[in-house]
Structures are given as structure tokens and as C-alpha cells.
């Protein structure tokens, strides 16, 4: 009993050791440019980012009390540069980030530094259609 109980821990150490920890919600990370849902304040697409209502969005959340960070898909860059100027002004830090792994066309995100409270951000209204 004892010696498969050792044989079952080496193979997950070899496992992870292979493939990297196991990981919480990946899907949702993917989604919002490598963090939890819980944490942002503020998600847009690339699609929305073109329009009015996504960039007031984005600015408001800037100016949020909560904000902590800007988090800008590589992709989108260039349409961000306001953003990253007012994130800058207000002392938030900002990260672009070009992951191949993130999926749901999401190009912005204001997260806090912990668990917030918001219960639709842009980006989910993108996907409900």
C-alpha cells in the first residue's frame, strides 16, 4: 500500500515536472489575458476597443480607485497608447503581452490587485450574442 502511495506521488513530481504545476482555471486565464476573472475591473475586445462605448469603458476603469494594473494584448498596441498614457499618469502599472495562447479576441484588461466585485465586464456582453 505504501510503496503505491510513493509510486503515485513520483509520477505526479515527474508529471508536473514535465508539464508545470497543474493550474486553476486555465480557460479563464486565456480569456482575460492571464488573470482571473475576479480581478477585472474592465475587459474589452479588439472589436470594441474600435468604438466609443469600449474606450470610455476602458478610461473609466483607469480611473477606477481599484485599478492595479492596464494589461494590453500585443495585437493592440497601437489603439492602447491613450490608455497606456492615463494608466502612466495615474501610476498603474502596464504589461503587453503576446501569449498564442489566449483566446476570446479579448485586447484590454484593468485588473485590481484582488477580488472585486463587477458583474459584467464588456467583453462577456461581446460573447453573449
Known amino acids: 500500500m505504501a510503496n503505491n502511495q510513493k509510486k503515485a506521488e513520483l509520477e505526479r513530481t515527474v508529471s508536473a515536472g514535465m508539464q508545470g504545476s497543474p493550474q486553476l482555471r486555465r480557460e479563464e486565464k486565456r480569456r482575460f489575458l492571464g488573470f482571473f476573472r475576479e480581478r477585472v475591473l474592465q475587459a474589452v475586445t479588439f472589436e470594441q476597443l474600435r468604438s466609443s462605448v469600449g474606450k470610455n469603458a476602458m478610461e473609466e476603469a483607469i480611473r477606477d480607485d481599484r485599478a492595479d494594473e492596464l494589461v494590453i494584448h500585443s495585437k493592440a498596441s497601437s489603439q492602447t497608447m491613450p490608455f497606456i498614457k492615463q494608466a502612466q499618469q495615474k501610476g498603474l502599472d502596464f504589461t503587453l503581452t503576446s501569449n ?6 479579448t485586447a484590454a484588461v484593468v485588473v485590481a490587485a484582488e477580488a472585486i466585485d463587477v458583474a459584467k465586464v464588456l467583453a462577456e456582453e461581446a460573447n453573449d450574442v
Open 100 to 105: 498564442p495562447n489566449f483566446h476570446g479576441g
